[in-house]
């Protein structure tokens, strides 16, 4: 069975072909990112309109780049939320007018499951499997208990783990998106140089960023108006190790606590480097196995919606 996914929840306008859910004949996507670096964060009416100027192309070229046209697909899978709500509608109505016109069946996709399925992609992963998946908008501990039945045993109460990165980021005069960069520049400072606060919450698979946000915000003003020169990597790498170190810890408890020896990562910050590091460490002490999205499907794609919508 042949899918073309459809995906325009943010500012990757993406489509892609998928066989079986697992193997992705082409995968096109084009971004808006550079225009928003101006702004220092995603300008939602500047994605909605280069979805509608880019969404026919990239379907055409996902098509073609899979060697078929309409005729040899068997259903189009379309992301329908959660998302930015005009940049949502472009795919969607996209979807739609292609799905009546070729009179192809349509399959609705949620954006998050959309993450977790890029692990299927990428291996041999069959559920059940406990997934940490964490985005710009996200951060959620899910058990995957068969490939449409999910639970959300935590999440965030205040901030994703992405958004905390981009804010730090920002805070701290890196390019947009901070995530990307606090990861490429943290290596080079002391992860240690800064205690960040790790916060403690009662609900135990739970997370929250806005003190470590506040915390990082604080910091740098403080040091900013004693005229001190601010230590940018230290500063990152301290606060990408109190992000991850949070993450992991409530990965590691849910797992535990609910028995779970299969571990997956999904999402944006899935290919922060540190935090596939810590988890394949806390796995292979554990013994669990560890599943890792490739590098190009943790950020938004088209394939993944196809490997869903299957
Ligand atoms: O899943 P995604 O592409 O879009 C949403 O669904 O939100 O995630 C985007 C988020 C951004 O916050 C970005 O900074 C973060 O993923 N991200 C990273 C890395 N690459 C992307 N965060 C940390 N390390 C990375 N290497
Ligand atoms: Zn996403």
Redesign the pocket.
Known sequence: MRILGIES??D?TAAAVVQDGRQVLSNVIATSLEEHKLYGGVVPEIASRRHAESISGVVRQALADANCDMSGIDAIAVTYAP?LIGALLVGVNFAKGLSMATNTPLVPVH??RS?VAANYITGDLQPPFLCLV?????SHIVAVEDYTTYKVLGKTRDD????A??KA?RTLGLP?????????IAPTGDENAFAFPHPRLDTPYDFSFSGLKTAVINTVHRMEQKGETLPVADLAASF?KGVTDCLVEKLEKAATDYGYTSIALA?????????RRETDRLCRQKGWQLHLPA?KY???NGAMVGAQGY
């Open positions: 929840s943010c990757e998302g954006h998050l993450h964490v985005s710009g908008g996200h994703a783990a992405g958004e990165l981009d980021g947009y998106p901070g995530g990307i960069s606090i990861d490429k990408q999402g944006g910050v899935s290919a922060n480097s540190r935090l590098l943790c950020g938004d």
